[in-house]
């Protein structure tokens, strides 16, 4: 005998089914329909309406503004609801798409009460909100995690020695340490940002309905604490109107986006032959399908890319907000696609980018060979001698330590002009160095008796950073090690602590809602 198989009808939204428009409008048009659905961008909404949905019609039922069967059957179908619910554009978004399962599975008399008292303006703010702590807590793991990496290699290089910056011309040796926990330090602000901007997500827009609140007497508060919230936002059309928490939450994207950009460009620069001070992993770096010999470092240059997306995403959402008249308009909605894709942008870069720099290999040989054959980073130490030694007023000293460089690079130069000359290949490039100057050059330079010994001594630079740095925040090595031992790792402890208090408290929540919607099923 055949079986006949059992075909489940899926039910197709029309004009007289679609719970939204049947009573007011006539069909939508298809094309319509699918541009101005947020259905594309609302599947990681979909939680966090059913847990406000949830929390609502407990409040409402503790309000005493529905009955208990009510309650039950409404509470009862959110739980049935598919993780994967398959949403239909007609029906515009996720808010109205669970309304209608509800629906569909209890009736109209039972689910259609469950929007009493709220609007889809209230919830879809409370919904960005709860997904967006999460993120935000993701965030902040992953900020912490690549802090972590920082401090590894940082530890590592406390004493390598470098060429520091300016302009991107050398200006003063440096450790590698303190260049890695500059940014270090750069991604602990944006933490703290992370933790501020937090308390300002965490605060619940339900009960502001679509613009004026509602006449029934809900409670604001009881939604707020079910949903984990810490509060709620008092005035009914900041609720549903503001966007400033996403705002906040993509500028902080940026600022994490440019530091790691700024890192990304160092990255790419180092590993050029130029400069040769670092080698990318091979699990980081991609090569040629026409040059065999390229080692790219792809994961750095796609986060310089990815940091102007997240850029644009910032002043996407701020020009969609600028000329917003209150309340809520539908702009609204295409923010939360900018809102996303830098968050998670910016935890993917943050994971990946993290990995590949504590696998990084830095060239401590390449970057003191850099250091060593350019005695031009010495000059300001140099100045700073003839100032300490000889009492000269700094810009004294400054104007012939000057001097003494240009008589450096021009002896530099008269010796390439000369291999040029003699087609004589030289064994290795002429070098910015004191040593090609006499004793006599020297002294009639600086006018002061200097010996070339004592100048000499200025060009150490390990002697130079350990020694002579004593300043609080310098390169010197024992003050990086003292800064990654004592301040950072203690940093990172509290960070992490900060972000397991605020996840207990959501679970908290969770748990307290989920206790509240089985009383109200067991109940009869
Ligand atoms: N899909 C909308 C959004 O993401 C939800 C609110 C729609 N409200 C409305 N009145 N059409 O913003």
Same mark, same amino acid.
């Given at each position: 005998?055949?079986?006949?198989?059992?075909?489940?009808?899926?039910?197709?939204?029309?004009?007289?089914?679609?719970?939204?428009?049947?009573?007011?409008?006539?069909?939508?048009?298809?094309?319509?329909?699918?541009?101005?659905?947020?259905?594309?961008?609302?599947?990681?909404?979909?939680?966090?309406?059913?847990?406000?949905?949830?929390?609502?019609?407990?409040?409402?039922?503790?309000? +005493?503004?529905?009955?208990?069967?009510?309650?039950? +059957?409404?509470?009862?179908?959110?739980?049935?609801?598919?993780?994967?619910?398959?949403?239909? =554009?007609?029906?515009?978004?996720?808010?109205?798409?669970?309304?209608?399962?509800?629906?569909?599975?209890?009736?109209?008399?039972? /689910? /259609?009460?469950?929007?009493?008292?709220?609007?889809?303006? $209230?919830?879809?703010?409370?919904?960005?909100?709860?997904?967006?702590?999460?993120?935000?807590?993701?965030?902040? @793991?992953?900020?912490?995690?690549?802090?972590?990496?920082?401090?590894?290699?940082?530890?590592?290089?406390?004493?390598?020695?470098?060429?520091?910056?300016?302009?991107?011309?050398?200006?003063?040796?440096?450790?590698? /340490?303190?260049?890695?926990?500059?940014?270090? =330090?750069?991604?602990?602000?944006?933490?703290?940002?992370?933790?501020?901007?937090?308390?300002?997500?965490?605060?619940?827009?339900?009960?502001?309905?679509?613009?004026?609140?509602?006449?029934?007497?809900? %409670?604001?508060?009881?939604?707020? @604490?079910?949903?984990?919230? $810490?509060?709620?936002? +008092?005035?009914?059309?900041?609720?549903?109107?503001?966007?400033?928490?996403?705002?906040?939450?993509?500028?902080?994207?940026?600022?994490?986006?440019? $530091?790691?950009?700024?890192?990304?460009?160092?990255?790419?620069?180092?590993?050029?032959?130029?400069?040769?001070?670092?080698?990318?992993?091979?699990?980081?770096?991609?090569?040629?399908?026409?040059?065999?010999?390229?080692?790219?470092?792809?994961?750095?240059?796609?986060?310089?890319?990815?940091?102007?997306?997240?850029?644009?995403?910032?002043?996407?959402?701020?020009?969609?907000?600028?000329?917003?008249?209150?309340?809520?308009?539908?702009?609204?909605?295409?923010? %939360?696609?900018?809102?996303?894709?830098?968050?998670?942008?910016?935890?993917?870069?943050?994971?990946?980018?993290?990995?590949?720099?504590?696998?990084?290999?830095?060239?401590?040989?390449?970057?003191?060979?850099?250091?060593?054959? =350019?005695?031009?980073?010495?000059?300001?130490?140099?100045?700073?001698?003839?100032?300490?030694?000889?009492?000269?007023?700094?810009?004294?000293?400054?104007?012939?330590?000057?001097?003494?460089?240009?008589?450096?690079?021009?002896?530099?130069?008269?010796?390439?002009?000369?291999?040029?000359?003699?087609?004589?290949?030289?064994?290795?490039?002429?070098?910015?160095?004191?040593?090609?100057?006499?004793? +006599?050059?020297?002294?009639?330079?600086?006018?002061?008796?200097?010996?070339?010994?004592?100048?000499?001594?200025?060009?150490?630079?390990?002697?130079?950073?350990?020694?002579? @740095?004593?300043?609080? /925040?310098?390169?010197?090595? $024992?003050?990086?090690?003292?800064?990654?031992?004592?301040?950072?790792?203690?940093?990172?402890?509290?960070?992490?602590?900060?972000?397991? @208090?605020?996840?207990?408290?959501?679970?908290?929540?969770?748990?307290?809602? =989920?206790?509240?919607?089985?009383?109200?099923?067991?109940?009869?």
């Amino acid at each position: 005998m055949m079986q006949k198989a059992k075909v489940r009808k899926k039910r197709v939204i029309t004009e007289d089914n679609n719970i939204l428009r049947f009573s007011r409008l006539g069909k939508f048009s298809e094309s319509a329909a699918r541009y101005t659905s947020s259905i594309h961008l609302d599947k990681k909404l979909l939680p966090a309406v059913v847990a406000i949905n949830s929390a609502h019609v407990v409040m409402l039922l503790k309000r +005493e503004l529905i009955a208990k069967d009510v309650a039950r +059957e409404i509470l009862s179908s959110l739980r049935e609801l598919p993780p994967n619910l398959e949403m239909k =554009d007609e029906l515009e978004d996720v808010h109205m798409n669970v309304e209608n399962f509800v629906i569909e599975k209890t009736g109209k008399e039972i /689910g /259609g009460m469950m929007n009493f008292g709220k609007s889809r303006n $209230d919830q879809v703010a409370t919904a960005l909100r709860f997904a967006l702590r999460d993120e935000l807590l993701l965030l902040g @793991k992953e900020i912490v995690e690549f802090q972590k990496s920082l401090l590894f290699q940082a530890r590592r290089h406390s004493s390598t020695i470098m060429p520091g910056y300016t302009h991107l011309q050398r200006g003063q040796p440096v450790t590698l /340490g303190h260049h890695l926990l500059c940014y270090f =330090d750069e991604l602990e602000r944006d933490f703290e940002r992370l933790l501020s901007c937090y308390q300002r997500v965490n605060k619940s827009p339900m009960g502001a309905g679509a613009l004026a609140s509602t006449s029934l007497p809900i %409670s604001r508060q009881t939604v707020a @604490k079910l949903l984990g919230f $810490d509060s709620f936002v +008092e005035n009914s059309l900041d609720a549903v109107s503001s966007r400033d928490f996403a705002t906040e939450a993509i500028y902080l994207c940026s600022q994490v986006m440019n $530091d790691l950009s700024r890192l990304a460009e160092e990255i790419v620069l180092w590993s050029s032959k130029e400069f040769s001070f670092v080698e990318v992993p091979d699990e980081y770096a991609s090569t040629s399908s026409m040059m065999p010999q390229k080692k790219n470092p792809v994961v750095a240059e796609i986060t310089r890319a990815k940091a102007s997306q997240v850029i644009a995403d910032l002043t996407s959402s701020l020009g969609i907000m600028k000329a917003l008249p209150l309340s809520y308009n539908l702009d609204l909605q295409e923010l %939360s696609s900018n809102l996303w894709s830098a968050t998670e942008r910016t935890i993917s870069t943050l994971d990946v980018f993290g990995k590949m720099l504590k696998g990084i290999i830095f060239n401590p040989k390449a970057m003191f060979e850099a250091v060593k054959h =350019d005695d031009s980073l010495f000059a300001t130490d140099i100045a700073d001698h003839l100032v300490q030694k000889y009492k000269l007023s700094f810009r004294e000293a400054h104007n012939r330590v000057g001097s003494l460089m240009r008589a450096i690079y021009s002896r530099r130069e008269e010796k390439t002009k000369k291999n040029n000359n003699k087609k004589k290949k030289a064994s290795s490039p002429p070098t910015s160095s004191i040593e090609s100057l006499t004793t +006599e050059e020297i002294r009639s330079i600086l006018r002061v008796d200097v010996t070339k010994d004592e100048i000499s001594r200025l060009l150490d630079p390990e002697t130079g950073l350990a020694k002579k @740095k004593k300043v609080l /925040g310098s390169p010197n090595p $024992d003050l990086v090690r003292k800064a990654c031992n004592e301040r950072l790792e203690k940093k990172l402890r509290s960070h992490l602590n900060s972000l397991s @208090k605020l996840e207990n408290r959501l679970a908290k929540s969770r748990a307290i809602l =989920d206790r509240e919607i089985k009383q109200v099923l067991r109940s009869s």
